[in-house]
């Protein structure tokens, strides 16, 4: 079902007469939320790593958290690498190293497959990738990678989101057929910032309203303001399953579907909350021209299938 929506860009507008997910929107639709198109896991129980029981979990939540993913020796070899890679002065001021909105402080790096031999390794990992293809139904390549720091006392949070609508909206990703396995790269505790996650939100598209900005990524990646659905709908999805926040020890695995709502607090701790994310889409749903912004996102936050990348 496609919807009729507003936007004075003609090539937007010949865009969303086609959408089935809508947003950026210049008034709101006359309901909170669209249907999702898409099943969410389409692989089976024969064809991957997961077990029927952790294939229902994400069915029906939307995500899935596996405590202890890496051994503790490739959790201390990835946070030597972590460091590396802060400390890398010749990122400092990149397009791809982005810092917290008030301080110098990294936020996010982002191209980390491309710019670290050790998480190239394990982006291309079969346990992952094999959960990846499991899901989402077929071959996968990688969408974007990041590691977000969060650091003590600094990190700022970020607000509720759909990866799916950024991703639909500016880099032309047409279905749901992609998922992101954050790793937990630094011990996540209730108080240092955790991933939040709404159970059950990606069963439904929430269109936003507000035409994205020309280079939004530059505001969006420190604090999004487009993008984030209305309290309507927020509250409403929150009444209905609640906010989950899986802690635990580094190590862990946090798989979630595209679309599900998610965010997270700022870090009033000392304690870094550091997690290594890769989002795996299905080759068949590479990217083209994105439907609710004007121009591409650069290549550093929509990687092309097979396409390399140089800071
Ligand atoms: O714009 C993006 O692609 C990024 N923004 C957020 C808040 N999460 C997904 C992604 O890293
Ligand atoms: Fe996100």
């Known amino acids: 079902m496609s919807v009729q929506t507003a936007s004075h860009n003609p090539s937007i507008r010949a865009t969303q007469s086609r959408d089935p997910y809508p947003t950026r929107l210049v008034r709101p639709l006359d309901m909170p939320w669209i249907n999702r198109q898409e099943a969410v896991v389409k692989g ?7 077990d029927q029981r952790q294939l229902d979990d994400f069915e029906r939540n939307g995500f ?24 890398c002065d010749e990122y400092a001021g990149k ?38 293809r499991q899901i989402v139904g077929g071959d996968v390549y990688i969408h974007q990678s990041r590691i977000n720091y969060k650091p003590g006392f600094e990190g700022k949070g970020f607000s509720w ?5 950024t991703w639909h909206a500016e880099d ?11 790793i937990v790269l630094t011990d996540n505790h209730h108080y240092n910032g955790p991933l939040m996650l709404i159970p059950g939100s990606h069963r439904v598209f929430v269109p936003c309203l507000g035409e994205t ?18 309290r309507k709908a927020l509250r409403e999805l929150i009444g209905r399953s609640g906010i989950e926040a899986p802690t ?24 870094p909350r550091s997690n290594v994310f890769f989002v ?9 021209e994105p439907y609710a912004a004007k121009r591409r996102r650069p290549a550093f936050l929509a990687h092309a299938p097979g396409e390399s990348w140089a800071p």
């Open 95 to 132: 397009d791809f190293s982005i810092t917290e909105p008030d301080s110098q402080e990294i936020r996010s790096l982002f191209a980390v497959h491309f710019l670290s031999e050790r998480f190239a390794r394990l982006a291309k990992d079969e346990r992952l990738v094999g959960r990846a």
């Open 213 to 230: 900005p020309d280079d939004h990524h530059k505001q969006s990646l420190k604090t999004q303001e487009f993008g984030v659905p209305s």
């Open 44 to 50: 089976n129980v024969s064809e991957g790593p997961l």
């Open 248 to 271: 635990g020890a580094a190590g862990g695995l946090l798989l979630f579907d595209c679309n599900t709502l998610h965010g997270s607090n700022a870090n009033m701790s000392p304690d």
């Open 161 to 165: 989101h759909s990866d799916f609508e």
């Open 64 to 87: 899935l958290f596996e405590p202890d993913f890496l051994s503790p020796d490739e959790v201390a070899e990835l946070r030597e690498e972590l460091k590396v890679l802060l400390d």
């Open 280 to 288: 795996y889409n299905r080759v068949d749903n590479a990217c083209g």
């Open 172 to 182: 032309g990703m047409s279905a749901m057929h992609a998922v992101s396995a954050s």
